[in-house]
């Protein structure tokens, strides 16, 4: 790559300007993110799955009502994030055939079963609140279509946080069962949504170049902290009980200490190990077979248009 093409790039992202998708930028930039937009994109639409669980079980007609629109949120956020991807040329169709093959991440929280109805707040207060926390920061991202993708979705985000925890504040004013559920959800689900910030600065391959880029604004540890520091105090309105015996508040650090993750479970389930990873596959390669006859037809219109218009 031509160094002076690389330095002028360099000193464009470190004055804080965008890149757009006509302008020069070296190719590890363009794979990064690649990698980190289609692997968002994917966590969106598998993200789908856990929560499209409880849509014919939801207790009210409301609820039903605010599970159908976060979901169709979370739908309206993956296609905004494949079209991002397609701006650096990557096609939609690439990005899909790597997912179903197994090449492609998304986030190991959604490989996580959801066996109650406390899930679907606990994924709301919880994995929305940790997916905010992350993408806040991504609204500054160096990559302009990226950037102004976080937007919309942080915001519609927001709502969904609210919603998981007005859900859980319903429970745990219900009955003593009910507020068992609660914190038995709050108990399966707190390690996980740790991890989904990934593994701990020293050992994450790809912060530092990503942050000196400004992909990344901020790293995975200090987005982990920031989450902990803002829940446990929305655990403790709850009154529930964050299952971790070191949890303590550090008065000199200004932040709260937290127990070890377990991170032999966290490569497992990246690996592809995760409790409900076969199961969620199959559901994306299943949905793709079954509109196979969608793409045909809009395939089959679009010949017939092009026809009429050469007649
Ligand atoms: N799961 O070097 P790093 C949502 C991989 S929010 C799986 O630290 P990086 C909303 C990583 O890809 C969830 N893989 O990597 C919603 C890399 O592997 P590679 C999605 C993970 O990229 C809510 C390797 O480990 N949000 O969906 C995970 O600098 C409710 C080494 O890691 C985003 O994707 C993980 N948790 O930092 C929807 C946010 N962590 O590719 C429905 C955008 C790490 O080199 C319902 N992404 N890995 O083979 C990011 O901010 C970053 O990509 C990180 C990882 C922070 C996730």
Redo the contacts with the bound molecule.
Sequence with gaps: EDPAKVARFEERVAADEFIEPNDWMPEAYRKTLV??IS??AH??IV??LP?GNWLTRAPSLARKAILLAKIQD?AG?GLYLYCAAETLGTSRQEMIEALHSGKA??????NYPTLTWADIGA?GWL??G??IM??VP?QRTSYGPYARAMVRICKE?SF?QRQGFDLLLQLVNGTPEQKAMAQDALGRWWWPSL?????PDDQ????AR?MRWRI?RET?DELRQRFVDATVPQAELLGLKVPDPDLTWNEERGHYDFGEIDWAEFYA??RGDGPLAKERLKARRDAWDQGAWVREAADAYEAKQAQRSLA
């Design positions: 990698r980190q692997q968002h966590s969106e993200g789908m929560e979370e956020h991440k998304y986030s190991t929280i959604f994924i994995v929305d940790a997916a992350n993408q991504l985000e969904h991890m989904m910030f990934g593994p994450s391959p790809n912060t990503s990344k995975n389930v990246v």
